[in-house]
């Protein structure tokens, strides 16, 4: 399910399945989608900032037409305590191994891997990344 802002509107609550992941996308060509990401947040309850949160970046193969800086989206997953993916949606490869790559993340943050928690996965992403 997609939502272009938060919060959902609670008319249809009851039909609402489980959210087990919520990713919040922002175009670094587009200085408003992280202005909107940074909306959102506020309306996220804080125990979903426990390994079922993450950011995807995309765009990130056209450094030449930046608008949002990089680091203001380090920031966001370092407040938050939620893994940063990068990635460019325009090449095949890798929106192939970017949809594999989130596919897995609800796995586990669905409870459908025995053994790893979504809050295991999450601590597991975020040193990952500081390496």
Known sequence: ??????????????????????????????????KNVEACLDHVDASFFLGKVCFLVTGVGRVNYCSVEVNAI?????????????????????RVATAQRLLRMLQICAGHVPGVSALCFGSLMRNSADD
């Open 74 to 94: 380090w920031k966001l997953g370092e407040v938050y305590c939620s893994p940063v993916l990068f990635c460019e949606l325009e090449l095949d490869g890798i």
């Open 1 to 34: 399910h997609l939502a272009t802002s938060l919060p959902l509107p609670s008319e249809r609550d009851h039909l609402r399945p489980r959210i087990d992941l919520i990713v919040f996308i922002c175009d670094i060509k587009n200085k408003y989608s992280l």
